[in-house]
């Protein structure tokens, strides 16, 4: 099999000269790869590439569509895919000239490649060491390197577990490790609160990564640079410690890190440094610390990723190796609450970055509806996202949105706008609504400025560790979710990312709005967009998970229980608002933004994990939420202030028809569901005006409404390409939301924004799309009204009472009826 072009896939970027180790994610044209084919790297030298590649994605024929890529370059440049010949197959699968060396001791540490071993612990706060058992191992390995997964778990604390991940390549003699500490306890959030102190919190008294040396040390030094940018350097003879208490930032002690009674509690604004036998005390703001170690002429270096950043922290090194203080002091680990640390070990890590090429991915049609642009009319405004006073990374100090819980987060900056100018900092999370995620990522790989990469890897972190309801044990409904932002317009106060605060009964005149994950908040493309690009395992289990969750949340457990209570509580109330919303009568699910993300957390699964049964769930969404033949005018799409999210489910509608078309599937799913789009959009053309030209229906007419235009303006480009016929007039009126949403927002005062900014980013490229692309090759379909196959909720109850049943289990039954009476 042979590629069509010689397109480079990308380019890497290199520091300075010598071998070094990548990993990223490519996709892969349909037709050019078959799953047992072998292919290889090549630099514009035409010399291979050492490289493994593993398929991580097929296309519906059986070919390949994205890859995982670990390769060993030595050189900035593009790089290309090319075939690999019969001949030179044994070549590369014979490529590993050095194997790793990866193996675990009977006490569950890890040693590598004989040079040093790694071994976490754990003291909780009555202050007694806890035995951890080591409960799974796992090793995988590839020709470059070796992949250790342990998990531990706490003997007298179940539910509390470590799990600690070496990725290692003994060609480089370079490993990445991370540590992941997790709560899997669920929340009590009695009377829908989540404060800090529920009763289900772990308080640990310290966690550690400890490092030994195996071998004799000819030299071990502490290094760092200080926040003015100078190189600190210390021999290490007895012990040095390095603690960072808080940011160093100028407002370290914010309200953002306030404990469970309300209090700030950090020491210090900075960091300390003590030597061993010295009476000299190093003192500043900002640390980044590394140890080097020197052993037979071998030079390793320990480098903590992101220290000061995750705060507290604190390193004590010794001439026998070091201890990593993840949690030096009491710290509170919420129920479903994780946290992950990573450190890179090696002789010069992290010189390397890799960039796909936007031109190829263009090429390959993996983005449903999407093209990836380096530039375009609205990229000035999108550049504040990184440049200047209003960047997120200068929002990070407005609010010291740093410490190992918040760094990570985008602050919420636009809930502060009807807040008093001194009435100090209002503190406000974004918990990744409408997926920043995503449009970073999409941002990255159009630019190639890698600061928008950065702010997606640690966004990326804070969402799985903090932002997502990690346990099995609390309602369905909850279980695996993403916690809402910060009440609008509220600070966040005990309640951290976690929205509701018994502190904010007042403002709702005694009685609490309800907490929890739900399912109007489900974000899954930025998560799955990050697991193609880099293979994290984290970003794919969350993507399934929160699928599972939002597919709960709308129709409940199979559960006999469960599923009379929806009855009862959905079901049967139609036209009247319940838990998922506000139902029309004669249909399952609410037109809104919710059912927009239910059935786009479907598609993303299905891109990780393909089967049939997720095809026919988002058909049943689908023609459960809305038909060719509804009479728009019992829909009441003019009530904006409650029904403008219907715009947002008509964006994931065309995301499916798209994938419809990808997969060659001319069903009458397609059809049924490619009339409905349209007939939706044609009443969007005629009828729909921005939404701030009618302020008096709006509760905020603020210009996050004039960044919520630009999304029908990407209806109406989808529907010039589904309906060919009127594509003329679509694109007129596309095009003049789509001016006067730039227009507006370029004059605004509001446009760099976190919530604006986000809403950007999440729908660029639809117009770029439609500019290269032609019509759908596919005829509009011909529909009758006695296709309609929405079914009543009478014959729904039977039908799902008959599946549920034939798999009943009292455990299932018990379980659900437990957290429905335990947790309210």
Wanted: charged share 20%; with cysteine; proline share 4%.
């Amino acid at each position: 099999m042979t590629f069509k072009s010689q397109t480079p896939i990308g380019s890497v970027r290199m520091e300075k000269a010598g071998l070094q180790w990548i990993r990223f994610g490519v996709p892969v044209e349909r037709g050019m790869l078959l799953k047992d084919e072998i292919c290889q790297l090549i630099d514009r030298d035409h010399q291979r590439i050492p490289s493994d590649i593993t398929a991580v994605s097929l296309w519906h024929d059986g070919t390949v569509k994205w890859v995982i890529v670990d390769a060993l370059v030595n050189q900035s440049g593009p790089l290309f895919f090319v075939p690999t010949e019969a001949a030179s197959k044994n070549e590369a699968a014979s490529d590993a000239q050095q194997q790793a060396q990866v193996y675990t001791e009977a006490d569950g540490s890890i040693n590598v490649a004989e040079a040093y071993r790694l071994l976490p612990t754990i003291t909780l706060h009555s202050g007694q060491s806890l035995a951890l058992k080591v409960d799974v191992e796992c090793n995988l390995s590839n020709r470059l390197t070796e992949h250790s997964r342990v998990h531990y778990h706490c003997v007298a604390f179940p539910l509390l577990s470590i799990e600690l991940n070496v990725f290692h390549i003994a060609a480089t003699c370079e490993s990445r490790i991370t540590i992941m500490v997790h709560n899997s306890a669920a929340s009590e959030h009695k009377n829908g609160c989540w404060d800090l102190g529920d009763p289900n919190s772990l308080n640990i008294d310290s966690l550690s990564l400890s490092v030994y040396c195996l071998q004799q040390l000819d030299h071990v030094e502490f290094t760092g640079i200080d926040d003015n940018g100078t190189e600190m350097q210390q021999a290490v003879s007895g012990q040095v410690k390095v603690h960072q208490y808080g940011s160093g930032g100028a407002h370290w002690n914010s309200p953002v890190h306030r404990d469970k009674t309300g209090q700030v509690r950090l020491k210090a604004q900075g960091y300390r440094i003590e030597v061993d036998g010295s009476d000299d005390v190093q003192q500043g703001k900002r640390c980044e610390p590394q140890i080097n170690v020197k052993s037979s002429g071998q030079l390793l270096k320990f480098s903590p990723k992101k220290f000061w950043q995750n705060a507290p922290a604190a390193l004590v090194v010794s001439s026998s190796g070091f201890e990593w203080q993840l949690f030096p002091e009491l710290t509170e680990l919420q129920p479903g609450e994780s946290k992950t640390w990573e450190i890179n070990v090696g002789p010069e890590p992290d010189l390397a970055v890799f960039y796909l090429n936007p031109n190829y991915i263009n090429q390959c049609l993996v983005l449903l509806g999407v093209n990836l642009v380096s530039r375009n009319d609205w990229a000035s405004i999108l550049d504040a996202g990184i440049e200047g006073a209003s960047s997120f990374f200068a929002k990070r100090e407005q609010c010291d949105e740093y410490g190992w819980r918040h760094f990570g987060e985008l602050y919420a900056d636009h809930e502060a706008l009807y807040t008093e100018p001194d009435s100090g900092i209002f503190v406000s999370h974004y918990n990744n609504q409408y997926d920043p995620l995503l449009g970073l990522q999409l941002r990255f790989l159009g630019s190639g400025q890698t600061e928008w990469s950065e702010l997606a890897q640690a966004l990326k972190q804070h969402v799985f560790d903090i932002d997502l309801y990690k346990t099995q044990l609390d309602k369905a409904e909850y279980n695996n979710g993403l916690f809402w932002h910060t009440d609008h317009y509220l600070p966040a106060l005990t309640a951290t990312h976690r929205t509701y605060s018994t502190q904010h009964t007042a403002a709702y005149d005694g009685h609490q709005g309800g907490g929890g994950p739900g399912g109007q908040h489900c974000y899954t493309s930025g998560l799955a967009m990050h697991y193609f690009l880099t293979g994290d395992e984290q970003a794919r289990d969350a993507v399934l998970n929160l699928m599972r969750w939002v597919r709960c949340f709308y129709n409940g457990p199979d559960s006999l229980l469960s599923r009379l209570y929806r009855f009862l509580t959905i079901d049967m109330k139609p036209g009247q608002m319940t838990n998922i919303g506000l139902v029309p009568s004669g249909y399952k699910y609410p037109l809104d933004r919710g059912t927009a993300n239910y059935l786009n957390a479907l598609i993303d699964g299905y891109q990780i994990e393909p089967s049939n049964g997720l095809l026919d769930e988002m058909f049943s969404v689908i023609s459960q939420t809305v038909t060719p033949f509804d009479n728009l005018s019992l829909r009441h799409l003019d009530d904006v202030e409650n029904a403008w999210f219907y715009i947002v489910f008509l964006q994931v509608l065309a995301r499916y028809l798209l994938l419809k078309e990808q997969l060659e599937q001319n069903d009458s799913a397609y059809g049924y569901a490619r009339c409905a789009f349209v007939h939706y959009a044609s009443w969007v053309r005629e009828n729909e005006q921005p939404y701030l030209t009618a302020p008096e229906k709006l509760e905020f007419p603020n210009d996050t409404w004039a960044a919520q235009d630009i999304r029908k303006a990407n209806v109406l480009y989808y529907a010039a390409y589904f309906d060919p016929e009127r594509a003329q007039k679509y694109l007129e009126r596309a095009e003049f939301f789509w001016h006067y949403c730039i227009d507006r927002l370029s004059a605004s005062e509001e446009r760099s924004t976190t919530r604006i900014l986000s809403i950007l980013m999440q729908n660029q490229g639809v117009r770029e799309w439609q500019q290269h692309t032609s019509a759908s090759a596919i005829p509009m379909p011909d529909i009758q009204p006695n296709k309609f196959p929405c079914i009543g909720p009478w014959r729904r109850l039977a039908r799902d009472a008959w599946r549920i049943a034939r798999r009943f289990s009292w455990r299932t039954e018990w379980h659900w009826l437990k957290t429905r009476l335990v947790r309210r």
